[in-house]
């Protein structure tokens, strides 16, 4: 909350429209976000194309039974669906930081996760 005090003072609004915009925009966050933030689209391509839901699942089991939103006790994985990430020709599609993982389908998650886990030592 000190940061958005200070957001405020510096561009002479109220607190309470940082906090708004804060709060809005999902790319903002008022908690500390895992090492690793993993983004499952849940846009009309990837729903339709491969059920991101039984994938967002499937994520959800992987790490321990976390759900969206939330973050692993270790911190290193969090775990969001968002709208749309731009990339429907990939559908469904999940991106974990910089990464980008296309056609993504149940049976590929622990391999994903594993993955990701392996640069992590690297």
Do not use: W
Not at 42 to 57: F, M, Q, V
Not at 83 to 104: E, S
Not at 111 to 121: F, N, P, R, S
């Amino acid at each position: 909350m000190d940061v958005m005090r200070a957001v405020a003072a510096y561009l002479d609004v109220p607190e309470s429209r940082v906090y708004s915009v804060a709060t809005f925009y999902k790319a903002l966050s008022l908690v500390p976000l895992g090492k690793n933030v993993i983004k499952m689209c849940d846009g009309t391509a990837c729903h339709i194309r491969g059920g991101s839901p039984e994938i967002l699942k499937a994520f959800e089991k992987e790490l321990g039974g976390i759900s969206n939103g939330e973050t692993t006790e270790d911190g290193l994985f969090t775990l969001q669906t968002v709208n749309c990430l731009g990339a429907c020709a990939l559908a469904p599609v999940v991106t974990i930081n910089d990464r980008v993982f296309g056609k993504v389908r149940v049976k590929d998650v622990p391999g994903i996760i594993q993955e990701v886990l392996e640069d992590e030592t690297e």
